[in-house]
C-alpha cells in the first residue's frame, strides 16, 4: 500500500514539475515560430501576399492572433484550420485537397502534359521509321563516322556557307 | 479643350484603322494594287494620329489637369515631370493608349520595307496589325477612356467625356498620385519593355497569318521575322529581369518572384516565345515542324493580348470582379475569336504545313528540341492553369481558393532540372542524326567533371540532395557549353591559321544566334545558381531589439544603433529609417538602412537594407518600431546566398540576347549597301 502511495507522489510531483516547465516554455512564441506558421497563411485581404510578410495592420493583428495560439499550445495543423474555418480555403498557399472538386488542379496538368508527351513520341516514332528510299535520299552526314569527324564536317559546311 | 482635341484624334485614328482593315482585305481579294496602296497608308498614318492624341494626354498630364480622371487618378502635383510622363502606363486607360501608340509605330515600321517579292504579304499584315489596332482603340474610346473629365451635375461630381447638360467643369484640388510602389525606376521602363515585347510578338503574327491565309506557307514568313522574334523576346526578358529586381528592392519579402498572376501573365508568352526561338531551327535547318512554329506564334499572340488584360485589370481576383469589369468579356471574346480563327487557318492549311524531310532519329537534335518544346509547354500548362483555376473554382463550388509559389514550384521545378540537362545535350547533338554512342563519347568528359564539381560541392558546401542536382546539372551544361566555343574556336584556328582569340570572335561574329544562344544558356546558368541559393539556402529570422542590443544569423552580427522618423511633406511621405551596425567575426563591415516609407495615402513600402556579395546578400527589412520611444524595434532578416549571381546572369542574359539580335549585314546586302554609297559618292562628286 505505501508503496502505492510513494508511487502516487512521485508521479504527482513529476507531473507537477513537468506543468511547471511547461508553464515556463509559456512565454510568448518567438517572431520565428510565428512567421513559420504565417509563411503558409496567405493573406485575406490583400492578393497573393504570404501573412509572414504582409504590412497591413489587419495582418499584424493575426500574426498576433497565431502567437497567441501557438502560446496556448495549438499544433500548427489547428491554426491553419482555424484560419481555413473562419476565411474558407483561399487562406491556404495551394488548393487542399480536402474536397473533390479540388484534385482537378493536381490531375489536369500531369495529364496535358503526359498527353502531350505521347502525342509527341508517337509522332517521332512515325517520324524515325525508316522509310528505306526516301531516307537514303535524303541522308546528310555519316551515321559511321567518329564524332569529332562528324563535328569537323559540321564545322566546315557551315563555314563553307559563311563564304 | 486639349481633352477633347485628344479624344477626337483617338477616334479618328481609330476610324482610319478600320478603313486600313477593310481596305486591305477588299484590295487583296480583288487583287487591286492601288486599294492595298491606300491601306498601307492608312495605317501609316495612325501613327502619327496617334502620337497627336498621346501628346494631348502627356500635356494633361504633365500640367496638372487633375480634371480629367485619369490625370488625377495617377498623377498629384507634388510628382516631378519625369514620373508624370511616365505615368502615362500608370493606370489602365493610358497603358491601351500606349499598347495602340506602340502598335502602331511597329506595324509602320514593318510596312515600310521593301516589299519586293513578298508583296503578297502585305496586305494580310496590314489586316492583321490593323484588326489588333481597332481592338485597342475600341477599348480606349469606348470603354477606358484617359480624356474623361469630372463635371459637376446638379451638385454630384461624374465622369463623363463631354458636358452633360447644364454642368460646369470639376478640377480637384489635387490628384492621388501615382502608387508610391510604382515610383521605382525599375518600374518606370518595366512596363514599357513588357509591352514592347508584348507588342512585337504581334508582327511576327501578322507574318505567319498572311503566310497561312495566302498558302505561301514555306519558312519565308520566319525569316522575315527572325529578328522580331528575337527583339521580342529581348524586350520580354528584359522586362521580366527588371521586375524581379524591382520586387526584390521594393516590395520587401526577401524575393524577386512570387508567382502573382501578374507576373505569370508575362512569363507565360516568353514560355512560348522561347520555344518558338528553339523550334524554329528545326524547320529553318530541316524542313519540319511547320504546324507547330504556326501554333506557337498562334498562341504567343494569344497569349500577349491575354497578358496586356490581366496585367492592368486585376479582374481575375474574383468571378465577380471579372464579369462587371466591362473590358473583361470584350478582352475574352477577341482573344477566343482571333484564336479559332487562327487555329481553323492552320487546320485549312494542314497538308501545305507537311514536313519537307523524315526524322531520323530519337537522339537527333531536332528531336531534342522537341523534347525542349514539351517542357516549355508543360511549364506554360501549369502556369496557365494555376492561373485560371481560382476563377474556375469559383464559378463552380463557390470557394475562392489561392495558388501560390509552393504549387508552381513543386510542379515545375523537376521540368526545369529536364530543360537544363537538354541544354547540356542538345547542343552536343547533331541534326539528322546521333545515337547514344556519339552523344556519350562528346559528353562523357564534360559529365566526369561536372561529378567532380557535385562531390566537391557535397564534401564542402552542402548535403541537401536537390540542391546537389541542381549544382550537377548547372556544372554539366557550363562545362559543355564552353567545351562548345573551344572546339568551334579550335577547328576554326586549325582551318584557317588565326590566333585562338581571333579565330574565337570570327566564329561568333559569323554565328551570331547560336554563339549568342549559348551565352544565353551560360547566363540562365548563372541565374540558376542564384536561384538554387535563395530557394534552397535563404536563412531568415525576426526579432526586437531595444537599441545597443543585437541579433546573430550566419555568420553576421548585427547591432542595432536607432530609428529615427520625419516628414517629407512635399513628397507627402513620413520616413523611418533605422541604423543597423553590420559585423562578421568580430570585424566591421559597414552600416545598414532598412527604411519604412508611410506615404499620407496610407500606402506603405518597405526599402530594404541590403548588403550585396557574389557570397550572399543580407537584407534587413524594417517592420515594426515603437512610435514613442523610438529604441526598439523589430526587423526582419533574410540571409540569401549566391543570390547576386541572379542579377549577374540576368546582365549576361541580355547582353546574348542582344548579341544573338544584332543586325549582320549579310554580304548580298553589303554589297549593295557598298554599291550605294559609291554611287552616292559619284553623284555628290559630280555635282
Known amino acids: ?163 | 479643350m486639349i481633352a477633347e482635341f485628344g479624344y477626337g484624334i483617338a477616334l479618328v485614328s481609330f476610324l482610319v484603322a478600320v478603313y486600313s482593315v477593310v481596305a486591305a482585305v477588299y484590295g487583296a481579294t480583288r487583287k487591286s494594287a492601288p486599294l492595298v496602296e491606300s491601306a498601307r497608308r492608312a495605317m501609316l498614318l495612325t501613327f502619327p494620329l496617334i502620337t497627336l492624341s498621346a501628346s494631348a494626354l502627356l500635356y494633361l498630364l504633365v500640367n496638372n489637369h487633375f480634371e480629367v480622371s485619369f490625370v488625377y487618378e495617377v498623377t498629384s502635383i507634388s510628382m516631378p515631370t519625369y514620373l508624370k510622363v511616365t505615368a502615362w502606363w500608370g493606370g489602365q486607360a493610358g497603358s491601351l493608349l500606349f499598347w495602340s501608340w506602340l502598335l502602331a509605330a511597329f506595324a509602320s515600321a514593318v510596312t515600310l520595307r521593301k516589299w519586293d517579292r513578298d508583296i503578297e504579304f502585305l496586305p494580310w499584315v496590314i489586316m492583321v496589325s490593323s484588326v489588333t489596332l481597332v481592338f485597342f482603340l475600341g477599348m480606349v474610346i469606348f470603354y477606358e477612356n484617359p480624356f474623361t473629365r469630372f463635371w459637376l451635375v446638379n451638385g454630384n461630381v461624374e465622369p463623363h467625356m463631354f458636358a452633360p447638360a447644364g454642368a460646369t467643369v470639376f478640377t480637384p484640388q489635387d490628384g492621388n498620385g501615382l502608387n508610391p510602389l510604382l515610383r521605382h525606376p525599375g518600374m518606370v521602363i518595366h512596363p514599357p519593355m513588357l509591352y514592347l515585347g508584348f507588342v512585337s510578338s504581334v508582327i511576327p503574327y501578322a507574318f505567319a497569318m498572311a503566310a497561312l491565309i495566302t498558302g505561301r506557307t514555306d519558312d519565308r514568313w520566319i525569316r522575315l521575322t527572325r529578328r522580331w522574334s528575337l527583339w521580342a523576346w529581348l524586350f520580354l526578358s528584359f522586362g521580366l529581369v527588371l521586375g524581379g529586381r524591382w520586387a526584390y528592392d521594393v516590395l520587401g519579402w526577401g524575393g524577386y518572384w512570387g508567382w502573382d498572376p501578374v507576373e505569370i501573365a508575362a512569363f507565360m508568352p516568353w514560355l512560348t516565345g522561347t520555344a518558338f526561338l528553339h523550334s524554329v531551327m528545326i524547320q529553318e535547318k530541316r524542313g519540319l515542324l511547320k504546324h507547330w512554329n504556326m501554333i506557337l506564334v498562334i498562341l504567343t499572340y494569344a497569349l500577349v493580348i491575354f497578358g496586356t488584360f490581366l496585367t492592368r485589370s486585376g479582374v481575375l481576383s474574383s468571378v465577380h470582379a471579372f464579369a462587371n469589369s466591362p473590358i473583361g468579356p470584350l478582352f475574352m471574346t477577341f482573344v477566343s475569336a482571333t484564336l479559332i480563327a487562327s487555329i481553323a487557318l492552320v487546320i485549312y492549311r494542314w497538308p501545305d504545313l507537311r514536313g519537307e524531310t523524315e526524322m531520323k532519329s530519337m537522339l537527333s537534335r531536332e528531336a531534342l528540341f522537341l523534347l525542349n518544346n514539351l517542357l516549355f509547354m508543360s511549364v506554360l500548362v501549369i502556369c496557365f492553369w494555376g492561373v485560371i483555376f481560382p476563377l474556375i473554382s469559383e464559378l463552380f463550388t463557390g470557394q475562392k481558393v489561392t495558388v501560390g509559389p509552393p504549387f508552381y514550384e513543386r510542379a515545375t521545378a523537376p521540368i526545369f532540372a529536364g530543360l537544363m540537362f537538354l541544354m547540356g545535350v542538345a547542343p552536343l547533338s547533331a541534326w539528322g542524326h546521333s545515337t547514344v554512342k556519339t552523344l556519350g563519347r562528346a559528353m562523357w568528359k564534360s559529365a566526369l567533371m561536372a561529378l567532380v564539381v557535385t562531390v566537391v560541392l557535397f564534401a564542402t558546401y552542402t548535403k541537401n540532395i536537390i540542391a546537389l542536382i541542381g549544382f550537377f546539372l548547372i556544372a554539366l551544361v557550363l562545362l559543355v557549353t564552353f567545351q562548345e566555343f573551344w572546339r568551334g574556336a579550335r577547328a576554326r584556328q586549325r582551318s584557317q591559321k588565326e590566333n585562338f582569340f581571333t579565330s574565337l570572335s570570327r566564329l561568333m561574329g559569323r554565328n551570331r544566334r547560336r554563339y549568342g544562344g549559348y551565352i544565353i544558356h551560360i547566363s540562365m546558368m548563372l541565374m540558376a545558381i542564384g536561384i538554387l541559393g535563395i530557394e534552397i539556402f535563404q536563412v531568415e529570422t525576426q526579432g526586437t531589439l531595444a537599441a545597443g542590443e543585437s541579433i546573430q544569423i550566419e555568420e553576421y552580427k548585427l547591432v542595432f544603433q536607432d530609428v529615427a522618423s520625419w516628414d517629407n511633406n512635399p513628397q507627402q511621405v513620413n520616413y523611418t529609417r533605422a541604423t543597423i551596425k553590420v559585423y562578421e567575426g568580430g570585424q566591421y563591415l559597414g552600416d545598414l538602412h532598412p527604411r519604412k516609407d508611410m506615404y499620407f495615402s496610407g500606402q506603405p513600402m518597405s526599402i530594404p537594407g541590403n548588403r550585396s556579395t557574389l557570397r550572399d546578400d543580407l537584407y534587413i527589412l524594417l517592420v515594426d518600431w515603437q512610435p514613442i520611444s523610438s529604441t526598439a524595434a523589430t526587423f526582419k532578416i533574410f540571409v540569401n546566398p549566391l543570390v547576386n549571381w541572379l542579377w549577374i546572369g540576368s546582365l549576361l542574359f541580355l547582353l546574348g540576347i542582344i548579341f544573338a539580335a544584332w543586325p549582320d549585314q549579310d554580304p548580298a546586302e553589303e554589297t549593295a549597301h557598298r554599291s550605294i554609297t559609291r554611287h552616292a559618292n559619284q553623284a555628290s562628286a559630280a555635282d
Open chain 1, 1 to 163: 500500500m505505501k508503496k502505492i502511495f510513494y508511487a502516487f507522489v512521485f508521479i504527482f510531483i513529476l507531473s507537477a514539475l513537468f506543468t511547471g516547465a511547461a508553464f515556463a516554455q509559456g512565454d510568448l512564441p518567438t517572431d520565428d515560430e510565428v512567421n513559420a506558421v504565417a509563411h503558409q497563411l496567405y493573406c485575406p485581404v490583400c492578393q497573393n501576399t504570404p501573412l509572414d510578410v504582409c504590412p497591413t495592420d489587419a495582418c499584424r493583428d493575426w500574426r498576433e492572433q497565431i502567437r497567441e495560439m501557438l502560446a496556448e499550445g495549438k499544433t500548427e495543423d489547428e491554426i491553419l484550420q482555424y484560419f481555413v474555418d473562419q476565411f474558407g480555403d483561399r487562406v491556404l498557399s495551394a488548393p487542399p485537397v480536402s474536397t473533390k472538386f479540388n484534385w482537378i488542379i493536381y490531375i489536369i496538368p500531369p495529364l496535358i502534359i503526359l498527353a502531350g508527351a505521347i502525342i509527341l513520341f508517337r509522332s517521332l516514332k512515325e517520324w524515325t521509321t525508316p522509310k528505306a528510299a526516301e531516307a537514303a535520299a535524303v541522308e546528310v552526314g555519316s551515321g559511321s563516322s567518329s564524332p569529332s569527324d562528324d563535328y569537323v564536317a559540321r564545322f566546315e559546311e557551315e563555314l563553307k556557307k559563311q563564304k
